[in-house]
């Protein structure tokens, strides 16, 4: 996808929060080595992964491909790509009002580890609050070696 179209569908996806993301804003995430773009037909994730970490920046799914899977596999392979890249841990903020959103998350195992009021604003300028989830992904015990 080029970044151009991740801006026009990041503008279809979100009615809360700051402006939509443009195409510029995309093209300085992409150059950035810890960030890394999955799309699928219908969607996409960015994520960015460092010091054991990874983010999940931002999925969008068009409307007219929502509740076809399209989210969850994207899910799933921004946390392979983020464990491929040495995160054990992942977290995420999404808006308190994205029911879907946070059953997504939710059923991947995500839990809230923190609530932010007031963070997102609705078209009528209403306040939304952020919540921010968080998810271990692999196991950080590791066998030690025998000789």
């Known amino acids: 996808m080029t970044a151009e179209a991740l801006a026009a569908l990041h503008a279809r996806c979100f009615d809360t929060g700051p402006p939509p993301w443009s195409a510029a804003s995309f093209v300085g995430l992409l150059e950035d080595p810890a960030c890394f773009l999955l799309a699928r037909p219908g969607g996409f994730a960015l994520g960015r992964a460092a010091a054991g970490e990874a983010e999940l920046l931002t999925i969008a799914v068009a409307p007219e491909a929502r509740r076809g899977g399209v989210g969850r596999a994207l899910l799933a392979a921004f946390e392979a790509e983020a464990t491929r890249r040495g995160a054990e841990e992942a977290f995420l903020e999404v808006s308190e009002a994205n029911a879907a959103a946070r059953a997504l998350y939710a059923g991947a195992g995500y839990s809230v580890a923190g609530r932010r009021p007031g963070y997102y604003r609705r ?25």
């Not at 209403?126 to 025998?146: E, F, Y």
């Open 123 to 147: 078209a009528d300028n209403s306040p939304v609050a952020a919540l921010t989830l968080r998810k271990r992904l692999r196991n950080p015990c590791r066998v030690p070696k025998t000789d």
